[in-house]
């Protein structure tokens, strides 16, 4: 899929990027600094739901480096979970979303936002 590490490195890196953007629209309302339109919320958390299924196959075998520790090949297995826990949180995440609740996105993106901090203490680089 990936001609060569960059590319793949490329390629987590972008998917985090939007995916962070999108998760941060969510987050401005959350906090109160945006207002709260339901059909926005519900959109970025699609969108945030589908990209959070892509990076992982960008962490093959040889792609080491970027700002992944060495950690995510060593113990691949902490991190396949770390990454399926993030995805179930962003999962729950958009089904709030899409319910339009403000309360249960509040509570959802808490939860999603704690599976980030997660994996980027146990296996991103300062
Ligand atoms: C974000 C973002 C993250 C997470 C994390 C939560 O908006 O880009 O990586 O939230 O900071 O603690």
């Known amino acids: 899929q990936f001609k060569n590490s960059e590319k793949a490195i490329s ?4 998917v985090f990027n ?3 953007n999108h998760f941060g629209q969510i987050g401005a309302v959350v906090k109160g600094e945006a207002p709260f339109n339901k059909d ?9 739901a ?6 992982w196959q960008a962490f093959g075998p040889g792609t080491e480096g970027g700002k992944a520790r060495a950690d995510i090949w060593s113990d691949n297995a902490k ?3 770390a990454s399926e826990k ?11 979303a899409q319910s339009g609740d403000l309360e249960s996105i509040k509570k959802a993106f ?4 704690a599976t980030c901090k997660g994996c980027h203490d146990d ?3 300062k």
């Not at 390629?11 to 972008?14: A, E, I, L, P, T």
């Open 11 to 14: 390629y987590r890196q972008s």
């Open 18 to 20: 939007v995916m962070g």
């Open 40 to 48: 926005e919320v519900a959109k970025n958390a699609a969108i945030v």
């Open 50 to 55: 589908t990209l959070s299924t892509l990076p």
């Open 79 to 81: 991190f396949k979970a």
């Open 86 to 96: 993030m995805q179930l949180a962003v999962s729950n995440l958009n089904t709030a």
């Open 110 to 113: 808490g939860a999603a936002g």
């Open 123 to 125: 296996f991103k680089k």
